[in-house]
Each structure stands twice: as C-alpha cells, then as structure tokens.
C-alpha cells in the first residue's frame, strides 16, 4: 500500500473548520484512502473514506485530488472534542487484512 | 450505534501469567482483529481471523499469543506467559468486509505487566 504524508501536529480554533492535509503521492488506482482518528487513549475511530469523488458523512468532508496525490480532510466546525491524532491511511481493494496501517497522524489541538 | 466491547478495561498481571483479553465483535461483522500501542508509540497489528482461522498475523503475534472465537460473540487474545513488554493498550476491532470496509474498534484494554 502506498506511503502517506502528514504535519506531525495543527492547531485549529473553535468553531472553524479544520483542513488536515494528506500526502499520498504513490498512490494506485485501486486504493482507498480512509481517515482514523484516536482521541486520547481511546481505540482509534473511523471517520471516512473514499476512492476518486469527495465524500462527505456526518462527520466530515474528505477532498481528494483530481491525480489523486494527496486528500484533505475537513471538520467543517471543529469543537473541543475534535483533538485527537488524525491519521490518513491507504489501502487497496484487495489488501490483505493486516494493511490497515497506522503512521504517526497528525495531531490536532482544537483551542477556545 | 453498533459498538465493539471489550473486558476488562483495565488488567494488571504478574510476569510470567496467563491473560484473556476478551472482545465483543458487532454482530453481523465477519473479520476480527487485534491490534496493540504501546504508551506513546504507533497503533500497530497484531492478527486478523476470518472464518474460525487466523488469516494474517505480525511479526509481533508469536508462539505466546493465541486467539480464539469460542462461541458466535466473544472473540479472546490470549498471552501465554507475559513480559514486562507486553504493557500496552490492546485493540479489538471488527469489520464487515475486506476492502472498502472501516474497521470498528473497541475502546482497548490496557494491560500492565509487573
């Protein structure tokens, strides 16, 4: 599976939206890019995924470029309760079970 | 929303004992993992089990671990004779598919070994 790119940490206001940015300039068509997140301590939580189109659920809108190259991630109103490592992931189709494959992420301070 | 369970949340052992580290999968997934961090490190792989059978398992998973589905809900980790090493959160997670599918993880048990 392709190899991504994070910031090691952002800062990010209350109330704003967040945009973590994501590197994944190996990617190949088949793979998928997902984000995790991992408020402290707890078991890392999924919060989307997409192949080529932007996504967009509940929790946040995931950007992808068009030569699929790098993503952002946005929490369009970030809250307190957004502050965790962020990680941005890369896994094809038909990976194996063990290639979810967790990096260092992105850790994000969301202040008042 | 569909969660996956794990017990105890917190265990402490003596080096040298046996532990059983027990999830609960949501119900209609298929695949279950395990999945370890260490205090400040990565969230790393530890084994995958599909179909009553180990599917994938990491360097780190050797003769010591074991994991077993013992009936339709529970899915265990089991360690053999711990090390002081072993001291980590442990991470089940289940998912409905491969692929596509997002991975669902229980809130971890962290296991100290003294």
């Known amino acids: 599976d392709a190899k991504t790119t994070q910031p090691t940490s952002m800062d990010c206001a209350e109330g704003r939206a967040a945009n973590l940015p994501c590197n994944h300039s190996t990617i190949s068509g088949n793979e998928y890019v997902y984000w995790y997140r991992q408020i402290h301590s707890q078991g890392p939580q999924y919060i989307i995924h997409?192949?080529?189109n932007n996504e967009t659920n509940e929790m946040a809108s995931l950007i992808i470029t068009e030569d699929r190259k790098s993503s952002t991630l946005i929490l369009p109103h970030a809250t307190l309760r957004d502050t965790a490592v962020y990680y941005c992931i890369v896994r094809g189709m038909n990976s194996g079970y063990s290639t979810l494959t967790f990096g260092k992420g992105t850790m994000l301070l969301v202040s008042p | 929303e569909p969660e996956v369970t794990q017990t105890p949340s917190h265990q402490v052992t003596q080096m040298g004992q046996e532990v059983i580290l027990r999830c609960v999968p949501i119900?209609?997934?298929?695949?279950f993992y395990w999945y370890r961090q260490i205090l400040g490190q990565k969230v790393e792989f530890l084994v995958s089990f599909y179909n009553n059978e180990i599917s994938e398992k990491s360097e780190i998973f050797d003769d010591q671990f074991s994991v077993e589905r013992p009936d339709g809900s529970n899915f265990t980790l089991k360690i053999r004779s711990t090390k002081l090493e072993d001291s980590a959160m442990y991470f089940c997670?289940?998912?409905?598919?491969?692929?596509?599918?997002?991975?669902?993880f229980g809130s971890g048990t962290r296991l100290t070994v003294v």
């Open positions: 119900s209609n997934h298929l695949y």
């Open positions: 997670a289940s998912s409905a598919g491969q692929g596509s599918y997002g991975y669902t």
């Open positions: 997409g192949l080529k």
